[in-house]
């Protein structure tokens, strides 16, 4: 018996020191990913730097995706330029509500998709539209009134026009462009502002 437990202890032991050795190993290997991921991407975009807003993003224009990796201090997230956006609340509206080029963000670590409105004013304050992936769920935010839930007849247009589509698609290009270039969505996702200035 005093033997069996003996072997016991010593496989926890060598189990611990093995499971330590691994973790300094990862830990090790993150800066070099994190190094190795800016890298690359400084390689196939524009870097711009808006040090008054602590703002540093990575541009890609091409001619069938375009696209901008932003990171704030306040979150991380991609803006994929799209013009069917634009053409979706041209339907539900009449009019764009878009200044200049619609957009979509993609918050990652929310794991919301977000549609940035221009003239709030226009459309019952509405300034920002979030999708929320996890909860499959709309929602508004409203210029100084804070959040509510869309009409049943609103969701259905949102619906009717394909706007979750078209995030997935979107979403999905932005993926596949990273993997052609040699990029990891996930390393690029857990960047952080601190780690890219």
């Known amino acids: 018996m ?28 993150s800066p070099i990913d994190k190094t190795s991921s800016i890298k690359k991407i400084e390689e196939i975009t524009e870097k711009e730097t808006l040090e008054d807003e602590d703002i540093i993003s990575f541009h890609k224009e091409s ?6 990796v932003v990171y704030s201090e306040e979150n991380e997230f991609v803006r994929i330029y799209d013009d069917r956006i634009n053409d979706i609340f041209i339907n539900i509206y009449g009019f764009s509500p878009f200044e200049s080029d619609s957009y979509i963000g993609y918050d990652f670590d929310d ?17 920002i539209l979030d999708y929320n992936v996890q ?5 508004a935010t409203l210029v100084a009134k ?19 589509d078209i995030f997935n698609e979107d979403l999905y290009a932005f993926k596949k462009d990273l993997k052609n270039n040699g990029i990891s969505y996930e390393d690029i996702a857990s960047l952080t502002y601190s780690d890219v200035k």
Request: aromatic share 18%; net charge negative; charged share 30%.
């Open 63 to 68: 001619d069938d995706l375009s696209w901008e």
């Open 111 to 127: 794991n919301c998709f977000r549609v940035y409105f221009d003239y709030p004013e226009l459309i019952e304050d509405v300034y």
């Open 146 to 164: 804070g959040h509510y839930y869309f009409t049943d007849e609103y969701l259905q247009e949102l619906e009717k026009n394909h706007l979750k």
């Open 2 to 29: 005093k033997k069996i437990i003996k072997l016991f202890i010593g496989f926890m032991v060598i189990s611990a020191m093995i499971g330590i050795v691994l973790a300094s190993c990862d830990s090790n290997d």
């Open 135 to 139: 909860e499959d769920e709309y929602t």
